[in-house]
């Protein structure tokens, strides 16, 4: 069975400072890798995700995650950080031969301070 | 605007009381999901249909209904909760069977109140 660990609860952060949301995961095959993110009163969005291929992956508003097989991680960073940019963010696993059956994190609640 | 619509936004029912979830995809997508996210908790799956017929039902348990009647749309009946079951239901829709992942696309969910 697949789990995913995401380490903090909640992450404060300054306005233009960078931040890092901490993913682990754990399976016996191989995954494809997401970030959902979550703002207030809103469901669950698609920022990025993993599939094959090059282990750096973006998003459009400037967030990035790194695949590390070896440490079964996938961080997600953003250098500068607005104040939109205050939600909960998800990371997911899904093992290749199991289609969309998603295991979720238990989230990271980021809070942007001006 | 999300291709997912979810009704109603919120609802409070008694503990005696039947009511339903509806949930409708504008995406052309052949999967549809219920989760449960709860406050401190992992999203948890609850049900999974697949082109209207039922692959997964993570023992959940029998107070909770689902209905698929055709691919867009997806209903959670719901009769004698309890309190606990109080949380944020989501829907999501996916397009399976194309190789690669199809990511999921949410609603913005149903907040239950069960008192």
């Known amino acids: 069975a697949q789990s995913v660990t995401q380490l903090d609860s909640q992450v404060p952060v300054f306005e233009e400072a960078p931040v890092e949301l901490r993913c682990n995961y754990s399976s016996s095959v191989s995954v494809y890798l997401f970030w959902y993110v979550q703002y207030p009163n809103q469901g669950l969005q698609l920022l990025l995700k993993y599939l094959s291929g090059s282990t750096l992956v973006e998003s459009i508003n400037g967030f990035e995650a790194e695949f590390n097989k070896s440490q079964t991680s996938f961080h997600l960073r953003k250098p500068s950080v607005h104040i939109s940019d205050t939600a909960e963010y998800f990371c997911?696993?899904?093992?290749?031969?199991?289609?969309?059956?998603?295991?979720f994190g238990g989230g990271t609640r980021v809070l942007v301070k001006p | 605007e999300t291709g997912v619509t979810q009704t109603p936004r919120h609802l409070v029912m008694g503990m005696t009381n039947k009511k339903s979830l509806k949930c409708e995809q504008h995406l052309g997508h052949n999967a549809m999901y219920w989760y449960k996210q709860s406050a401190k908790k992992p999203l948890e799956l609850m049900f999974v249909?697949?082109?209207?017929?039922?692959?997964e039902n993570n023992s959940v348990p029998s107070r909770f209904s689902p209905e698929c009647p055709n691919s867009s749309h997806l209903f959670l009946h719901l009769h004698t909760l309890q309190p606990e079951d109080s949380a944020l239901y989501l829907c999501?829709?996916?397009?399976?069977?194309?190789?690669?992942?199809?990511?999921?696309?949410f609603g913005n969910g149903t907040r239950l109140t069960v008192t």
């Open positions: 249909y697949n082109f209207k017929e039922q692959t």
């Open positions: 999501a829709s996916s397009q399976r069977g194309q190789g690669l992942a199809s990511p999921l696309h």
């Open positions: 997911a696993v899904s093992e290749k031969a199991a289609g969309n059956k998603l295991t």
